[in-house]
């Protein structure tokens, strides 16, 4: 079964801290997403990409397809980053559903 | 902003009764999914919809579930008879294209609670 992974599971971290998330995937992927969900629940998305890195802000998302592997980091973390960061995939072949990994709970303290 | 609007924000409902969960996608989206996320879990696929019929579904979509787009702007899911099981939080996503690169946009979710 083509399975996500991501760790760790919960980070804390002291304001200002430079944060990265890892996200594996099992097989080869058409696209790779990064999203974020609120305390309230509410998904919002970060950043799609399928090689190379992007950046947004304090945001920055790369992606090693030989490895497959992403990471998401964040510079200057701020208490309001607080949330799940998640990790989904399309696989491709004709399938856009996303398949989405477990989440890391970020906790940043002022 | 154009955004995915969700109603109701919250639904209790008894087992075995039938729930329509709403969504009104982006005005010019033409794909449509469900996902949901039972308490704890990940988000998991349930359904994509283009054209007026399914594009995907998972194993999780059995014949309780059915879903629609009654007119041109409400997408819904349907669980015919509830289980316990089905208490979870509902996302309806639409996105413009089903391509390489699919941004999905997803609405604040609906909680279901079957007593």
């Known amino acids: 079964k083509n399975e996500v992974e991501q760790s760790p599971q919960n980070l804390t971290a002291q304001e200002g801290e430079f944060i990265t998330i890892n996200c594996s995937y099992s097989v080869g992927i058409s696209a790779l997403h990064w999203l974020q969900q ?7 998305s970060l950043f799609m990409l399928s090689s190379g890195k992007k950046k947004h802000g304090r945001l920055i998302a790369t992606i090693n397809i030989q490895e497959k592997h992403s990471s998401l980091h964040i510079t200057a973390s701020h208490p309001r980053d607080s949330a799940v960061y998640i990790c989904a995939v399309t696989w491709g072949a004709g399938s856009y559903q996303l398949t989405f990994g477990k989440g890391t709970k970020l906790s940043v303290i002022p | 902003e154009p955004e995915v609007t969700q109603t ?17 996608p982006i005005s010019n989206h033409l794909y449509f999914y469900w996902y949901r996320q039972i308490l704890g ?30 007119d041109g702007s409400n997408f819904t899911l349907k669980i015919r008879s509830t ?27 609906t909680r279901l609670t079957v007593l």
């Open chain 1, 38 to 44: 609120h305390p309230g629940g509410g998904i919002v």
């Open chain 2, 83 to 109: 289980k316990l099981e089905d208490s979870a939080m509902y996302f309806c996503a639409s996105s413009d294209r089903e391509t390489l690169y699919n941004e999905q946009f997803f609405g604040p979710g």
């Open chain 2, 41 to 70: 879990q990940k988000v998991e696929f349930l359904v994509s919809f283009y054209n007026n019929e399914i594009s995907e579904k998972s194993e999780i979509f059995d014949d309780q579930f059915s879903v629609e787009r009654p």
């Open chain 2, 8 to 24: 109701p924000s919250h639904q209790v409902t008894q087992m075995g009764q039938e729930v329509i969960l709403r969504c009104v």
